[in-house]
């Protein structure tokens, strides 16, 4: 293994990612009650918090292992992936964090590790996207258009539901 291929951005995520990992696995939530306590690490609250996230930066660190240690030939990089992995990484975590869980139950270490170590992936996917040629401005203008041809093709959809209930009459 040559670690010298790696970019600044694939060392964040690779520690990040790590960190992010073992964060899953780690107490978010617990509850001290009559002399007991539980906790509930991320898995126990649900597939969306933690899960998700979870197999977002399993592809991204296999994905870019991948691509710089194997002979496995694959596909270009696509710089906007790692970009959206990397938020929501942290968005869903950060999320639950916000919105915690109902009654008498707080916050544990784990799930504010997640949040902290999903930034950093967050940051390694937008570095990745940079180092990718990815660029703001053009993904600005591309979503701007996708968004453009949704709601061209939602009014197109709508027009021809119409004609065709018009035509029923």
Do not use: H
């Amino acid at each position: 293994m040559d670690f010298s291929k790696l970019s600044k951005g694939d060392k964040i995520l690779g520690g990040a990612g790590l960190l992010f990992l073992i964060s899953t696995f780690l107490p978010w939530f617990e509850v001290k009650a009559f002399g007991f306590s539980a906790t509930a690490n991320g898995w126990d609250v649900g597939f969306l918090w933690a899960g998700l996230p979870f197999f977002l930066v399993l592809g991204m660190m296999v994905w870019t292992g991948l691509r710089l240690f194997s002979a496995v030939k694959l596909p270009p990089q696509i710089p906007a992936l790692f970009l959206a992995g990397g938020a929501c990484t942290f968005l869903f975590p950060f999320l639950k964090l916000l919105i915690g869980e109902d009654g008498p139950i707080s916050r544990a270490f784990g799930l504010f590790l997640a949040v902290l170590a999903g930034a950093g992936v967050a940051f390694a996917g937008y570095l990745k996207f940079i180092e990718g040629g990815g660029k703001m401005d053009e993904l600005k203008a591309q979503m701007s258009g996708m968004a453009g041809q949704i709601g061209d093709k939602a009014k197109s959809a709508g027009a021809d539901a119409k004609d065709a209930v018009d035509k029923k009459d």
